[in-house]
């Protein structure tokens, strides 16, 4: 009885050892993969958030009131008028329908 009990002990241990073995080195090709996609993420996310700048800086220059003015007055002709040429229109009291 005791001699199986020990065949049977060393036969797990023979199997085992491969296995855990086998077992170590697929998680270290996981973790070689895992850490490549991170960097890969990483890298990415920091080119995202550089070309993010670049449009910020770039939608703020779009939006200043001197280059619409000057898109204004050079690419439509508009020209800035005097105060004094400003005609208000007193549609009366809100509410009142006229």
């Given at each position: 009885?005791?001699?199986s009990?020990?065949?049977?002990l060393?036969?797990s241990l023979?199997?085992?050892?491969?296995a855990?073995?086998?077992?170590?080195v697929?998680?270290?090709y996981?973790?070689?993969?895992?850490?490549?996609?991170v960097v890969?993420v990483?890298?990415?996310?920091?080119?995202v958030?550089?070309?993010?700048k670049r449009l910020?800086?770039?939608?703020?220059?779009?939006?200043?009131?001197?280059?619409?003015?000057l898109?204004a007055?050079?690419?439509?002709?508009?020209?800035p008028i005097d105060?004094?040429d400003?005609?208000?229109?007193?549609?009366g009291?809100a509410g009142?329908g006229?």
């Amino acid at each position: 009885m005791r001699g199986s009990i020990e065949k049977w002990l060393l036969v797990s241990l023979i199997v085992l050892v491969p296995a855990l073995f086998l077992a170590n080195v697929w998680q270290s090709y996981r973790y070689t993969q895992i850490r490549r996609e991170v960097v890969a993420v990483h890298e990415e996310q920091l080119r995202v958030i550089e070309e993010n700048k670049r449009l910020i800086v770039g939608i703020s220059g779009l939006r200043s009131p001197a280059r619409i003015r000057l898109l204004a007055q050079d690419e439509l002709g508009l020209q800035p008028i005097d105060a004094d040429d400003v005609r208000r229109i007193d549609t009366g009291e809100a509410g009142d329908g006229w």
